[in-house]
């Protein structure tokens, strides 16, 4: 049984198919993942009970083996888990999108004017993502897994990563909120589609991988 109490960020280390679930009624379990099951489904006013069920249904139906449990990885495996499974996806994922959703705009938009917008998102998701990868890469990741880590400077790095992480989140929920929930119209083209198809997809990699850095690398270093 899932006890409500539970923080949505600790439900998901434990059974990361209960992402899935939550990413698609819009509970953070990423920058709010102190929050319990209860209190989350209070602030986007979904029902507890209907949630609970949802995701015991995800969980007792999950396929395929559950992959390696990130808490037990040291900093340098988790830092390299984290660089080839979210950052190198989004090189490739961020600027395909940013192409199809340009494309998709300039085709449609005078008939729907929110794939404009969505447009405009999704330029300002890259800007921010890319230069963030970067600088994690380049400057957070090192001084994690040096030999001798500067506490002080490792709490700044993850105190300024946690900050970019909220305009992360938000941005996502504006994507979302501007696709309706990636829902596509009955005549959307083949494009249309695709784009929509690839912003979930790419919604879901961000918020796991935000998840790992805030609820399982942060910790290690900053006390919660």
Same mark, same amino acid.
């Given at each position: @049984?899932?006890?409500?109490?539970?923080?949505?960020?600790?439900?998901?280390?434990?059974?990361?198919? #209960?992402?899935?679930?939550?990413?698609?009624?819009?509970?953070? +379990? #990423?920058?709010?993942?102190?929050?319990? $099951?209860?209190?989350? #489904? &209070?602030?986007?006013? @979904? /029902?507890?009970?209907?949630?609970?069920?949802?995701?015991?249904?995800?969980?007792?139906?999950?396929?395929? %083996?559950?992959?390696?449990?990130?808490?037990?990885?040291?900093?340098? &495996?988790?830092?390299? +888990?984290?660089?080839?499974?979210?950052?190198? +996806? $989004?090189?490739? *994922?961020? %600027?395909?999108?940013?192409?199809?959703?340009?494309?998709?705009?300039?085709?449609?938009? /005078?008939?729907?004017?929110?794939?404009?917008?969505?447009?405009?998102?999704?330029?300002? $998701?890259?800007?921010? $993502?890319?230069?963030?990868?970067?600088?994690?890469?380049?400057?957070? =990741?090192?001084?994690?897994? *040096?030999?001798?880590? /500067? *506490?002080?400077?490792?709490?700044?790095?993850?105190?300024? @990563?946690? &900050?970019?992480?909220?305009?992360?989140?938000?941005?996502?929920?504006?994507?979302?909120?501007?696709?309706?929930? =990636?829902?596509?119209?009955?005549?959307? #083209?083949?494009? +249309?589609?695709?784009? =929509?198809?690839?912003?979930?997809?790419?919604?879901? /990699?961000?918020?796991?991988?935000?998840?790992?850095?805030?609820?399982?690398? @942060? %910790?290690?270093?900053?006390?919660?």
């Amino acid at each position: @049984m899932i006890d409500p109490e539970k923080s949505v960020a600790s439900l998901v280390l434990e059974r990361s198919e #209960c992402a899935s679930v939550l990413q698609r009624h819009r509970i953070d +379990y #990423c920058c709010r993942g102190e929050l319990s $099951l209860r209190a989350a #489904c &209070e602030r986007v006013g @979904m /029902d507890l009970a209907a949630l609970t069920a949802e995701l015991e249904r995800a969980i007792a139906e999950r396929r395929g %083996p559950a992959g390696p449990d990130p808490r037990a990885l040291s900093p340098s &495996e988790l830092v390299e +888990y984290i660089v080839e499974r979210h950052h190198e +996806y $989004l090189r490739e *994922a961020l %600027p395909f999108v940013q192409a199809l959703a340009a494309k998709v705009s300039r085709v449609h938009g /005078d008939s729907e004017p929110r794939l404009r917008a969505l447009d405009g998102e999704v330029q300002s $998701l890259a800007s921010t $993502l890319l230069p963030h990868l970067d600088e994690e890469e380049s400057t957070l =990741f090192p001084a994690l897994t *040096a030999q001798a880590v /500067d *506490a002080g400077a490792a709490r700044r790095e993850l105190g300024k @990563m946690k &900050e970019e992480h909220l305009a992360v989140g938000d941005l996502l929920a504006r994507i979302r909120t501007t696709t309706e929930d =990636f829902r596509t119209p009955e005549w959307a #083209c083949n494009s +249309y589609r695709t784009l =929509f198809a690839e912003l979930e997809q790419l919604e879901g /990699d961000v918020l796991r991988h935000v998840h790992l850095e805030n609820h399982v690398l @942060m %910790p290690r270093f900053v006390a919660a």
